[in-house]
């Protein structure tokens, strides 16, 4: 309580409000709720109130992503600073030998499926003593492919715990699980939308070639305070990112290809307010409770209107207004009316503001994949006139063709055939970014 106080707890939020006494009477528990509803503090305060200092391994939460792991255990070490137990973070990506040592003395462990397994088959880790078990977004657990690993996980602990289970929605995956493995379980559901009334969405329809421009002037004049910028792909990512950096903003990038120790810098800086931009896949979509965002702009159309949800529940928190600006080209169309459509969703079309167009530099991972010797040329937003370089020789070794520049109409090598493909086996390849994808002619029906 006292650690409650000095935190400035007043009064419970609603879900924290209805599982917390189910919690403490012993009850298993479903909990269907958004991130930053307060899910941390609902079980975290009853499970500090059931575990004992040095008696072993009591409490296992299981979390999708290492972000989300670090930050819940981070709130279970605010939440007890004054009982002093030995909470561990377990996550890949990160070397494995001090989280053996340190789960010799641990009381509470918060851990992503795969390296939970990891200490398992190495048998550092000893599940039969916890007696309350959290699987945290949970249906995100399920979309990575961890099925599985918590079914295997789950069969290591005795069954006379307690369970509880949050997910944002309840496929039939998730109902078999619960079914299987929880004892007559309380439900508990509350909103799982972002209110209405604090929410601003809006699209943008520009074209292709005008798509990074437009963002440049959104963060430069029309965002006040913290964003994330969220992309499809990690090779997405690092090209805004260097992009943006070009045009002097500060911001970082957090995907999956990152170390972790990079991916829990930016998020940091973010919440440190040390940057204030942050260009995510969707692994910062789920889970992370990241106070003071503004402007959520989706800069590649999310695959499903799920998806889209979460995105957005990054802003619009805690009775704060925010904005979910998405800005559409000609290819998004189709999965845009969809995500409409599924969401039962109502977005307003902003008419498009007057803005400079900026150079866009192409070249921003290919360093990475051929080497700093290899010669860059940067594109630029405008279409260019004269000869095109590079032709089936000018480009880079495995390549072909030189680097397109944004704006040029000609379809990009993975949209059209390839003439004999890589040196290592011929055809084409997917389409990497958004500025590597078709677009369709600027005359006739866009849709």
Same mark, same amino acid.
């Given at each position: 309580m006292k650690a409650v106080q000095r935190l400035g707890f007043t009064e419970p939020?609603?879900?924290q409000a209805r599982c917390i006494p189910l919690l403490k009477q012993g009850r298993d528990v479903v909990g269907q709720s958004l991130t930053g509803s307060g899910k941390t503090a609902a079980f975290g305060f009853p499970m500090l109130e059931k575990v004992v200092k040095g008696r072993g391994l009591q409490a296992l939460v299981l979390t999708p992503t290492r972000e989300l792991c670090v930050q819940v255990a981070d709130n279970l070490v605010s939440y007890s600073q004054f009982l002093r137990f030995n909470i561990v973070s377990v996550y890949g990506g990160v070397g494995i030998n001090p989280q053996i040592d340190a789960l010799r003395t641990a009381d509470i462990v918060v851990g992503t499926p795969g390296r939970i397994l990891d200490h398992l088959q190495r048998r550092t880790i000893n599940l039969q003593g916890v007696k309350f078990m959290v699987l945290d977004e949970a249906d995100r657990m399920f979309d990575m492919g961890f099925i599985d690993d918590v079914e295997r996980i789950l069969s290591q602990t005795a069954r006379s715990r307690q369970t509880m289970l949050f997910s944002a929605t309840m496929p039939e995956s998730i109902l078999d699980l619960v079914r299987k493995h929880l004892k007559d379980p309380e439900i508990v559901k509350e909103k799982i939308f972002v209110d209405q009334s604090l929410l601003r969405q809006v699209f943008y329809d520009v074209p292709t070639y005008d798509k990074?421009?437009?963002l440049v002037h959104l963060l430069?004049?029309?965002t006040p305070g913290l964003a994330i910028i969220f992309c499809g792909t990690?090779?997405?990512v690092d090209v805004i990112t260097r992009n943006l950096k070009l045009q002097g903003l500060k911001v970082m990038a957090v995907h999956g290809g990152l170390s972790q120790n990079r991916r829990l810098e930016a998020v940091e800086s973010l919440k440190k307010s040390e940057i204030p931009i942050l260009v995510a896949t969707d692994v910062a979509a789920r889970g992370l409770d990241i106070r003071g965002i503004s402007h959520i702009y989706?800069?590649?159309? &999310?695959k499903s209107a799920e998806d889209y949800t979460h995105r957005i529940g990054r802003t619009a928190r805690a009775g704060e207004k925010g904005s979910a600006v998405t800005i559409l080209s000609e290819r998004d169309h189709d999965i845009f009316r969809r995500i409409l459509w599924e969401g039962n969703l109502k977005l307003h079309k902003e008419a498009l503001p007057n803005f400079e167009r900026v150079r866009f530099n192409t070249e921003a991972t290919r360093e990475r994949r051929f080497g700093r010797g290899m010669p860059r040329r940067e594109g630029s937003g405008f279409p260019r006139s004269g000869p095109r370089q590079g032709g089936r020789t000018g480009g880079p070794r495995f390549g072909g063709r030189a680097p397109r520049r944004d704006g040029d109409s000609r379809? &990009?090598?993975?949209?059209?055939p390839q003439r004999g493909g890589s040196r290592f086996g011929g055809g084409s390849r997917e389409p990497r970014s958004e500025h590597e994808q078709y677009r369709p002619p600027r005359f006739g029906s866009a849709g």
């Open positions: 939020t609603p879900i990074f421009s437009l430069k004049n029309k990690k090779r997405e989706n800069y590649d159309v &999310p379809p &990009p090598r993975g949209d059209r």
